[in-house]
DNA sequence: TATTGTTATACTCTATAACTATA
DNA sequence: TATAGTTATAGAGTATAACAATA
């Protein structure tokens, strides 16, 4: 018993033989599957996952390693400890993820002038203009991903899912 | 590049000297995250996690273990391979998921008549006791995930997620 | 003493492929 | 030939703990 989580992990890459996740196969009974908001959100987040894998399997890019790009491009000189906070993974995590980034060659390392110990996170200049392009492509794939729902209902939807996360946070 | 997935992985053991997941970290620009859904249900996704295992704690169940068990417990003689499908994981995955259920008591193998290549997956006495148990404890955790938003916001929300899930697998 | 980034280690989950025994 | 369950293997992600350098 050990190696306890604090978070779900999260890799990707596409898929294969198995045909996609179908969240209600036909027969089955869910039993009370089928009334958790958990569950809900569970399948909801493997149907999401897949279009995300799908629409960015080009440019090799995970969800954490967008979420990672997006946040050191939008607060200049985080810290690596920081943006270990931010995305709820362990700073050893987050050392593995920058060293993919910057084997990429999309994020740079560089010495913090303050704090000798620190460094800053920024983005070349091959990151931040291959970030254009990628997040072209996730919002093209979050927008499959929500084409069921009228303009209305996605705003309702985020602002749901918005309000049970910061519930959980200050608990 | 190998070990393809179709979904994220799942596990889940209780935090530790990590606090809790904060959603939304003060002072950090989140960008275009902030409106994305799949952003939004990844955060959601992890707080409900979170509280899953801290409900569930005593049990040593994880999400993936009780899913199996209400499918098994409402779905009578499941094939291993049908099981695979429901949760979407590989059979491989199923096999060591109900050989732990297995190893817990909960769950066992029969042969099936009709098929002798198939088995046919039971609850076992204890572990359908147990499963009422569980799955109380279940219920608290999701009241507590949900407890930020009114019954109708509840139903609501559970509805929206069920369309942007089930526009994927048809897709 | 505490913190930053790092490394080493272990654990869990998942997938692929091959195997057997049936069909 | 194809399918059901199994096993073996590998890969990705995470966590813990310890470390050196610095605060």
Redesign the pocket.
Known sequence: ???????P?????P????IPFNPRVPGIDYGVLDRLLGYAVRRAQIVQYELFIAGLARWNI?P?RFSAMVIISRNPDL????LADV??????????????LEGMGYVR?VP?P??????GLQLTDQGRADLQAITEAVDESDRRGAQALTEAEQAQLLALLAKIAGSGASA
Do not use: F, H, Q
Request: aromatic share 2%; proline share 7%; charged share 25%.
């Open positions: 018993m050990s190696a306890r989580r604090t978070s992990p999260e890799v990707y890459l898929p294969s033989e198995d995970t954490p810290k690596l400890t920081e995305l709820g993974i362990a700073r050893s995590g987050a050392v593995a993820l920058i060293n993919s390392r913090c303050t704090d000798k110990r620190a460094l």
